[in-house]
Structures are given as structure tokens and as C-alpha cells.
T-cell receptor
Framework: RKEVEQDPGPFNVPEGATVAFNCTYS??????FFWYRQDCRKEPKLLMSVYSSGNEDGRFTAQLNRASQYISLLIRDSKLSDSATYLC???????????FGQGTTLQVKP | GAVVSQHPSWVICKSGTSVKIECRSL??????MFWYRQFPKQSLMLMAT?????????EQGVEKDKFLINHASLTLSTLTVTSAHPEDSSFYIC???????????FGSGTQLSVL
């Protein structure tokens, strides 16, 4: 079983749609959780950290459920520029060591 | 924000040659750097953790004699793919930590193609 599992997609949605991505992780001792965005052949860029209380940054909302070992990302009012691969990332400790999911590809169509 | 410079961005080499990739923190000291590899349509996989002045810690399944990591200074870590073969063709990317529990910054990655 992969340490971090995501549905690879692709998710094809029209502009303005709301889309949700889910992710599960296997290590219950994981400390930190993130969503990264990666464009083709580029480095991943931090989208947001994820907290148990849930957090929102503009059109993006992330949620963590430690009991279920489940992380989600909701994107509202999708823009064409949101097209990318979204990586669910878990850190087993408070270090820079990151465990990446396979990524979920989002294509926003006009 | 902090910048991590990674070079080269692209490299094409013949099978059997060695390739060196540099990861440099430009405006901060990175005591720890991480090296990842990403095959097409797959996740980034951690290869090794590089600590300044000490031997790198390799993840299970990563050959330390094939992927030589040197972190001789607080601003530079290098990954050398020795005797590269076509199956080593991949996207290699480094990241650097500004300090314990601090932010992490990624290099721009190196696409290696071995012919």
C-alpha cells in the first residue's frame, strides 16, 4: 500500500465549477500535511498547509481528518489557471522530509 | 523569499557517463537538503537526505554508490548519477530546509535523459 494515496484523475471541469480532491495516508504518526501544486516538468509549489481545524485561502479550502487519515482540498470557482497536478503531501516528522502522493490532475476547460 | 538554484535544468548524456546536478541555496544556509526523483506520471520519491558535513542518508532501494551525494557546504549539495543508464532517465529535484521546523524550498528540477 502506498504511504499517500490519491486518485490520479484527470478531473476535467468547466470554468467556475467546484472540485474536490481527496487523499489518504497510512502513517498515523504523520505530523504535517500539505497540498502542493505542480505544473508539468516544474518544481512543486506549496499551495497550503492543512490543519485539523480546516483552513481556507481564497478559493481553496483544505481539511484534515486525523481519525480517518484523510485529507481533502476543495477548489471553488475554478479558473483556467488552476489546471495543474495537485499533490497531497505528508511529513512523518517536523522535518523537511516529505512523502508525496501521486498527484491528481485537474484540467479546467473554458 | 528564499531561493534554491538547481543546475542544469536539462541534461542529455550517453549511457555509461556520469552526470552531476547542483543544488544551491542562494540567500540562506541549508543544513539539510533533500533529493527526489520523479518518473512520468508518478509521485516524487525521496532518494536521500543530505546533511552538511556528514554522509547522506539514503532511502530504501536507492543505491548509494550509484547516486553520490555531497553536501560540503551550507549552501551547496550535489547529486552525481554515476554510470548513468536509460532507466535513470527521470526528473531530479532538490529541496532545502532553512532550519528545523522551518520552511522548505524546492529547486527547479533537472530533467535527465540517458541515451
Amino acid at each position: 500500500r502506498k504511504e499517500v494515496e490519491q486518485d490520479p484523475g484527470p478531473f476535467n471541469v468547466p470554468e467556475g465549477a467546484t472540485v474536490a480532491f481527496n487523499c489518504t495516508y497510512s502513517n498515523s504518526a504523520s505530523q504535517s500535511f500539505f497540498w502542493y501544486r505542480q505544473d508539468c516538468r516544474k518544481e512543486p509549489k506549496l499551495l497550503m498547509s492543512v490543519y485539523s481545524s480546516g483552513n481556507e485561502d481564497g478559493r481553496f479550502t483544505a481539511q484534515l481528518n486525523r481519525a480517518s487519515q484523510y485529507i481533502s482540498l476543495l477548489i471553488r470557482d475554478s479558473k483556467l489557471s488552476d489546471s495543474a497536478t495537485y499533490l497531497c503531501v505528508v511529513s512523518p516528522s517536523n522535518t523537511g522530509k516529505l512523502i508525496f502522493g501521486q498527484g491528481t490532475t485537474l484540467q479546467v476547460k473554458p | 523569499g528564499a531561493v534554491v538554484s538547481q543546475h542544469p535544468s536539462w541534461v542529455i548524456c550517453k549511457s555509461g557517463t556520469s552526470v552531476k546536478i547542483e543544488c544551491r541555496s542562494l540567500d540562506f544556509q541549508a543544513t539539510t537538503m533533500f533529493w527526489y526523483r520523479q518518473f512520468p506520471k508518478q509521485s516524487l520519491m525521496l532518494m536521500a537526505t543530505s546533511n552538511e558535513g556528514s554522509k547522506a542518508t539514503y532511502e530504501q532501494g536507492v543505491e548509494k554508490d550509484k547516486f553520490l551525494i555531497n553536501h560540503a557546504s551550507l549552501t551547496l549539495s550535489t547529486l552525481t548519477v554515476t554510470s548513468a543508464h536509460p532507466e535513470d532517465s527521470s526528473f531530479y529535484i532538490c529541496s532545502a530546509e532553512t532550519g528545523a521546523n522551518e520552511k522548505l524550498f524546492f529547486g527547479s528540477g533537472t530533467q535527465l535523459s540517458v541515451l
